[in-house]
């Protein structure tokens, strides 16, 4: 039996790609982490394992509390951890993140991505930062519809921006839960977090946010793909962004709220990041019902940038959305907590920097993805490679769960130390929309894992099935 020792903790091997924490001390269940050996060694100097050793002992914790290949430390739960609770449990705002719905979009086309020259490429990204507001802070463009709508977009989700005119009807069906996630409440939500929202819709934010041009650089699997309507030469289009400062203000009140509840309840919590209030009670509920209000956000925010994406691709190519063929792919959340059911047990599951990929049959996939399971969408870094991958019958034993990225490999503070030429050999031939290398170096392809590395841990442990590879043509980030 293989042990290693890590940051004062016993790793048991549990067969391929797999590391058992046995619990100990107050943990209530095991913690497990996927990762291979060289992965394993960047847990060294990470506070990663502290954190999933933590979160295992939250009352209602379910076996085991799970480290993602991509995992790094967070606040509270490390990025990468899923964590389930059953009902009589606590539900805690840090498991979830600050960018409540972060999540990323997948729109494909009818374009041979090859006809993208250089100049055609940054005149894209320059049309796409005049509809689409980018770093943080920033306030919409739509702010005069999406005020008006925004009591029924945290109610109702995407479907109040489609009614409002941003898409079509039939992209619900290719966004995780329909586009909304039922509970939501705003009259749970502070006045603050409201007024940051209300101006916010249809903005991409700062830092790890982005809109890419890809294109469809390799087909791993070739009757998923056609299934996904993916094609080698394809042009495609990722959108990484989140709830923006609703979610963030969102986040922010209920962790004070929840650390408070938690002593008044006598639920010993580890860390302030873990603030957790028992499911039942007033304030967790009331934390499920904003954080609804959040994810709804964040899908409708995905849906506008997508709509004024594709206006961008019509003002340079000259042609109409349905000449040039782009249509959802599909969009999913990887900060989210969701009631599921897991081995007949419902459960609320917490994922933290982590995709959920259900198998082909699962009844919970959108009837399109129904028999091949819906696609889940890896990002790799804005010089590297991006994954479509689906989730086997063996991802039950990580509650249908994957890695959300490559993950993070230096802190920001780290990354600033990359020189020009380190960062423009990263980048090669990929175009980028800000003046200064300095602008976006700590987002640099180098800060990030080796993203094949990370994803070939799931599939050599039969969890995922990688359907094709991208790679950046042309990025514009969120930068200040
Ligand atoms: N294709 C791109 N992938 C990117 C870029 N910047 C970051 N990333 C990857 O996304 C995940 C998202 O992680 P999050 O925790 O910040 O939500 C990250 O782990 C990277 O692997 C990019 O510009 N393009
Ligand atoms: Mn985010
Ligand atoms: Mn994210």
């Known amino acids: 039996m293989a042990v290693d020792i890590i940051q004062g903790y016993t790793l048991v091997k549990d067969g391929v790609n797999k590391w058992r924490i046995p619990k100990f001390g107050k943990m209530r269940v095991d913690a497990v982490v996927y990762v291979n050996d060289s992965l394993k060694e960047l847990l060294r100097d990470d506070q990663s394992l502290r954190q999933l050793v933590n979160a295992a002992s939250l009352p209602g914790v379910v076996e085991p509390v799970i480290g993602m290949p991509d995992i790094h430390e967070g606040f509270g739960l490390p990025i990468g951890g899923v964590m389930a609770i059953e009902e009589k449990g606590v539900i805690s705002a840090g498991a979830v993140g600050y960018d409540i719905n972060c999540g990323v979009r997948l729109i494909r086309s009818d374009l041979e991505a090859d006809y993208f020259t250089k100049d055609i490429l940054y005149k894209l990204i320059e049309r796409i930062e005049h509809y689409v507001p980018t770093g943080i802070g920033k306030k919409g463009r739509h702010k005069g519809i999406t005020r008006v709508i925004f009591d029924d977009v945290v109610h109702n989700g995407v479907e109040a921006v489609i009614k409002a005119g941003f898409g079509k009807k039939s992209d619900l069906e290719y966004i995780e839960e329909g586009g909304k996630l039922e509970g939501a409440d705003i009259s749970a939500v502070s006045e603050e977090a409201q007024e940051r929202g209300e101006e916010q819709l249809g903005t991409l934010g700062g830092g790890n946010h982005f809109i890419e041009i890809q294109k469809v650089e390799e087909i791993l699997e070739e009757n998923l793909a056609e299934k996904f309507g993916l094609f080698k030469g394809q042009l495609a289009v990722m959108i990484h962004t989140g709830s923006r400062g609703f979610g963030h203000q969102i986040a922010t009140d209920y962790t004070?709220?929840?650390?408070?509840?938690?002593?008044?309840?006598?639920?010993?919590?580890?860390?302030?990041?873990?603030?957790?209030?028992?499911?039942?009670?007033?304030?967790?509920?009331?934390?499920?019902?904003?954080?609804?209000?959040?994810?709804?956000?964040?899908?409708?925010?995905?849906?506008?940038?997508?709509?004024?994406?594709?206006?961008?691709f019509e003002d340079v190519l000259k042609k109409s959305e349905e000449e040039m063929g782009f249509k959802l792919v599909y969009d999913v959340a990887h900060n989210i907590a969701k009631w599921e059911v897991h081995g007949g047990k419902r459960m609320l599951v917490h994922?933290?920097?982590?995709?959920?990929?259900?198998?082909?049959?699962?009844?919970?996939?959108?009837?399109?993805?129904?028999?091949?399971?819906?696609?889940?969408?890896?990002?790799?870094?804005?010089?590297?490679?991006?994954?479509?991958?689906?989730?086997?019958?063996?991802?039950?034993?990580?509650?249908?769960?994957?890695?959300?990225?490559?993950?993070?490999?230096?802190?920001?503070?780290?990354?600033?130390?990359?020189?020009?030429?380190?960062?423009?050999?990263?980048?090669?031939?990929?175009?980028?929309n800000v003046r200064s290398y300095k602008d976006i170096v700590d987002e640099s392809p180098l800060a990030y894992k080796d993203v094949e590395t990370v994803v070939s841990v799931f599939e050599e442990r039969g969890i995922t099935i990688p359907v094709a590879k991208l790679i950046p043509l042309a990025v514009v980030k969120g930068a200040d």
Not at 272 to 280: D, N, R, S, T, V
Not at 388 to 415: C, D, I, M, P, W
């Open 256 to 312: 004070k709220i929840l650390w408070e509840a938690a002593k008044r309840y006598g639920i010993e919590v580890p860390e302030k990041g873990l603030a957790a209030a028992p499911i039942k009670s007033k304030e967790g509920q009331n934390y499920y019902k904003a954080m609804a209000a959040a994810v709804n956000f964040a899908f409708s925010n995905r849906q506008i940038i997508m709509f004024d994406v594709i206006r961008a």
């Open 351 to 432: 994922r933290k920097g982590a995709t959920r990929a259900l198998p082909a049959g699962h009844p919970q996939n959108p009837p399109s993805y129904r028999d091949t399971g819906h696609p889940a969408l890896i990002p790799g870094s804005m010089g590297t490679g991006s994954y479509v991958v689906v989730g086997t019958e063996k991802a039950a034993e990580t509650f249908y769960s994957v890695n959300h990225g490559a993950g993070r490999r230096l802190s920001r503070n780290q990354a600033k130390k990359i020189s020009k030429e380190e960062f423009e050999r990263s980048m090669g031939d990929v175009v980028y």
